[in-house]
């Protein structure tokens, strides 16, 4: 009886070891691949009525030869004033929509015939801070899968981050934050689960004691 009990622990164990490494393994690829064709700024501070500038970079780039990227803004508080390119896009064709901009949002293309490659700056958005502002700003990006590729026609993919515009008011008040996209942290989540796993398994050993004791 002892040895049944023994054997059907150890095969709890390694049950339970065979799915936190397989876990582990996937959260490590997910935390690689997020990581890959990042585009973002950096969060930007300004006053009611100013005009800010923000420059849109790209990390850990795989290659492009096209894009097309949609700005999303409050029309209300923001006026976008022009989008320039960026140091990274040198050659090529660049355009945006903000002339026909009418509902808070333009898109900014580009399209080249080869593959730009490394990291660097893409485009530069200026925007117009409307004096009645009072509340921090959420500018998001987004980009358009079928007009994003490389030079051998396969669609790239880009992971995209809001842009968070802190806004003091005319009367120096600083608005209220707006909060970033949420961020989760696959290494806390995969810390959690080893401690659970290991909870798991001193449970498994006291009841394993307890069948011993019994016998």
């Known amino acids: 009886m002892k040895s049944k009990a023994l054997l059907k622990f150890l095969a709890y164990v390694f049950t339970l070891i065979i799915v936190s490494t ?9 935390a690689s691949s997020a990581e890959i064709n990042m585009i973002s700024a950096d969060k930007v501070e300004t006053k009611a009525g100013e005009v800010v500038q923000i420059p849109v970079r790209i990390v850990n780039n795989t290659g492009f030869m096209g894009f097309s990227f949609n700005i999303h803004f409050d029309n209300r508080f923001l006026t976008p004033l022009s ?20 509902t808070g949002i333009f898109k900014v293309l580009f399209s080249s015939t080869t593959d730009i490659i490394g990291d660097g700056e893409l485009f530069v958005l200026h925007f117009r801070v409307q004096k009645n502002t009072v509340n921090n700003q959420k500018i998001e990006i987004s980009y358009n899968k079928a007009d994003s590729f490389n030079e051998r026609w396969e669609e790239v993919h880009f992971q995209c981050k809001d842009v968070i515009v802190n806004v003091e008011s005319s009367s120096g008040e600083i608005g209220t934050e707006t909060p970033e996209s949420e961020n989760i942290n696959v290494f806390q989540r995969l810390i959690a689960f080893i401690q659970r796993f290991f909870e798991t398994i001193k449970k498994l050993f006291s009841q394993y004691n307890n069948q011993t004791e019994r016998m």
Do not use: P
Not at 22 to 30: E, W
């Open 83 to 102: 989008a320039n390119r960026g140091q990274l896009l040198s050659n090529g064709i660049f355009d945006d929509s903000i002339g026909v901009n009418q």
């Open 22 to 30: 397989a876990i582990s393994l996937l959260f490590m690829t997910t």
